[in-house]
DNA sequence: AACTTATACAACCATATGGTTGTATCAGTG
DNA sequence: CACTGATACAACCATATGGTTGTATAAGTT
C-alpha cells in the first residue's frame, strides 16, 4: 500500500497559476471523471493540438493531473490531492477570519461596558 | 442591511492568478487580521513601494481585497465572499471526484457477479 | 499657503505565458 | 519492416507580468 508520509511545502504559485486559466480548469474537470489521452482532450478546445498539450504539461508541472499510458494513448487523471493542497489553503485563510470575527467579538464584549462613557473618537495617526 | 443578491457568474481567471504569486497570498493574509496601509504593508516585502502597491491593485481587481480611506491610509481589508468563490470551485471539483468514486463502486457491484466469468480482456481503441 | 505623508500612475525593461507551425519520437498494426 | 496514431518538443511571435524609477495627486499638519 502506498501511502506519501506528507509531501514537503506545497509549492502553491504553480498550482493556482495552472487554475487560472479557463481551458485549464475545464481540463481538470474533464480528467476528474473522463478517460481521455490528450489528443481526445484536444478535440474540445478552439486551438491547436500542441497548445492543449501545453496546458497539459503545466497542469502536470502543478501536479494538478498524472498521466498514464493506456495503449498508445496517454490518459489524463485528475489528482485529488492537488486540489485539497490548494483549497486547503483557502480553508485556511477562511479560518483566520473566523479567528479575527471572534477577537473582534470578544473586544465588544469586554468594552461592552464602556458604552456611552465618551469612547468615541478614534485615533488615526 | 445590505445583501447582494448574487454576483453573476465570478471571474475565476484574476482570482486565481492573483493567488499564484507568494507575494499577493501574504497580502491577502495580513489583510484578513491586521488594518494596514499600503505603505505599511510594503515594509514587509523586499520590494519597492511601487511593487507592492501594484500588487494591492491585482488583488483589488480580483475582487480579493477592498480598500477604505481612514485618515490618509487607503487600509487594506481581504473581502472573504471572493476567498469562498475560489474555494466553492474546488469544492465542486471534490465533489465531482466523490460522485465518480460513487460511480465506479456501483459499476464494480454491478459487475461482481460476472467475475471469473471471462470478462477480463479490455477493448482499448 | 507651504510642507509632509500616503497613494496612484505612467514609462520602461526583462522575463513569462499562450498561442502558432514544424519536426522528432514512440508504440501498436498491417 | 513500413505505416499510422498519439505524443512530445523546439522555435517563433505577440502580449502579459513583475519589477524598476519618476512624477502627480490628495489629505493631514504647521
Chains 1, 2 share one sequence.
Not at 478546445?45 to 500542441?50: K, L, R, T
Not at 473582534?104 to 485615533?123: C, F, Q, V
Request: charged share 30%; no cysteine; net charge positive.
Amino acid at each position: 500500500m502506498v501511502v506519501s508520509v506528507q509531501t514537503a511545502l506545497p509549492d502553491f504559485d504553480p498550482l493556482f497559476a495552472a487554475l487560472a486559466d479557463h481551458t485549464r480548469r475545464d481540463i481538470v474537470r474533464r480528467a476528474i471523471s473522463a478517460e481521455e489521452g490528450v489528443l481526445e482532450l484536444a478535440g474540445h478546445y478552439p486551438m491547436s493540438f500542441a497548445a492543449v498539450q501545453k496546458h497539459v504539461a503545466v497542469l502536470e508541472r502543478a501536479g494538478l493531473i498524472t498521466k498514464r499510458r493506456v495503449g498508445r494513448r496517454r490518459v489524463v487523471r485528475t489528482n485529488l490531492e492537488a486540489l485539497l493542497v490548494a483549497r486547503r489553503l483557502l480553508d485556511q485563510y477562511e479560518e483566520l477570519w473566523r479567528a479575527r470575527i471572534d477577537r473582534m467579538n470578544e473586544l465588544i464584549a469586554e468594552t461592552a461596558g464602556a458604552i456611552d462613557t465618551g469612547a468615541k473618537k478614534e485615533s488615526q495617526r
